[in-house]
Nanobody
């Protein structure tokens, strides 16, 4: 499975960005797709995850109510709509896919990773 993330950029605090991740290859083997992020000098942290159906989702407390993850299985894409952005949301954002059914927040339970896309939120 190959994952290609896009949509990062520079935005002012309070603004919005939409990240997309396109999956290709043996996508039928994956059950969960997720977004993680990593700021300089910090560990990679969980942001949001969604099952294939797109109905079951999970969010980190820090983004709950501001970010929305959604899936388009026909297009094999997962998107992350980010609203009310804060400077502390500045990070490299990574999409990931897991063959497990669990909406895990642990990076080690994800089998496939895309390259990162940088999101910078200015104050």
């Amino acid at each position: 499975v190959q994952l290609q993330a896009s949509g990062g950029g520079l935005v002012q605090a309070g603004g919005s960005l939409r990240l997309s991740c396109a999956a290709s290859g043996r996508t039928f083997t994956t059950s969960v797709m997720a977004w993680f992020r990593q700021a300089p000098g910090r560990e990679r942290e969980f942001v949001a995850a969604a099952r294939t159906s797109g109905v079951s989702t999970r969010y980190a407390d820090s983004v709950k109510g501001r970010f929305t993850i959604s899936r388009d299985n026909a297009k094999n894409t997962v998107t992350l709509q980010m609203n009310s952005l804060k400077p502390e949301d500045t990070s490299v954002y990574y999409c990931a896919a897991s063959r497990r059914y669990s909406l895990s927040s642990y990076k080690y339970e994800y089998d496939y990773w895309g390259q990162g896309t940088l999101v910078t939120v200015s104050s």
